[in-house]
C-alpha cells in the first residue's frame, strides 16, 4: 500500500475537545457581557492556548512518525493557507470601517496596530503602551482581539523546531 504523505494533517474527530472550545467561548462572551458569576471568563482564552498547543503538537508528532521528518516549510505554509486570508479581511474591513466611524486622531495609533497585527507582533505593541486587556484607561484599539493570535504565532515560530529537535 501507498503511503499517503499527508495522512498525518488527519486527526481524528474530537467532540470533548469542541465541547471545551464552546465552553471557552461561552465564558470569554459573557465575562465580556458583564456577568459577575464569569469574572474569570478570560480563563477561556487559556484553554484556546492549551487546545491549539495540543493540537499542532500532535499534529507535528504525527508528521514526524509518518515521514521520519517535519517539514518545517509545509507547517509555515499550512498556517499561512489557514490564517493569511481571514486577518487580511478582517484587518482590511477594519482599517476602512475605522476610516469611516472612529476619531481622525485615533486613525494614526490604529495604522500602526494594523501592522503589527499583520506581522503577528501586535502584543508586543500593546505591551510596549502599557494597554491592559481588563483595566483599559484609554479607548481599546479596534484589533486589540489580535493580542491573543499574535501569541499563538509566535509560539508556532519556536515550537515545530523545537519538536523537530527533540
Do not use: C
Amino acid at each position: 500500500p501507498v503511503l499517503n504523505l499527508y495522512s498525518f494533517m488527519k486527526l481524528p474527530y474530537r467532540k470533548e475537545i469542541d465541547g471545551l472550545r464552546a465552553l471557552a467561548v461561552v465564558s470569554i462572551i459573557l465575562f465580556h457581557a458583564g456577568f459577575k458569576v464569569f469574572e474569570g471568563g478570560y480563563v477561556g482564552v487559556d484553554v484556546f492556548f492549551v487546545i491549539s498547543g495540543y493540537l499542532i503538537t500532535s499534529l507535528l508528532i504525527n508528521e514526524r512518525e509518518a515521514n521520519d521528518r517535519i517539514s518545517i516549510r509545509d507547517f509555515y505554509a499550512r498556517r499561512a493557507r489557514r490564517l493569511l486570508p481571514i486577518s487580511v479581511v478582517v484587518l482590511a474591513v477594519t482599517a476602512l470601517a475605522s476610516a469611516i466611524w472612529l476619531q481622525p486622531t485615533r486613525l494614526s495609533a490604529l495604522a500602526n496596530d494594523i501592522m503589527a497585527a499583520a506581522a503577528f507582533s501586535v502584543n508586543f505593541v500593546f505591551a510596549h503602551r502599557g494597554t491592559d486587556y481588563l483595566q483599559a484607561a484609554m479607548e481599546p484599539s479596534a484589533i486589540q482581539h489580535y493580542w491573543s493570535l499574535a501569541v499563538e504565532e509566535q509560539f508556532y515560530m519556536v515550537w515545530p523546531g523545537l519538536i523537530a529537535l527533540v
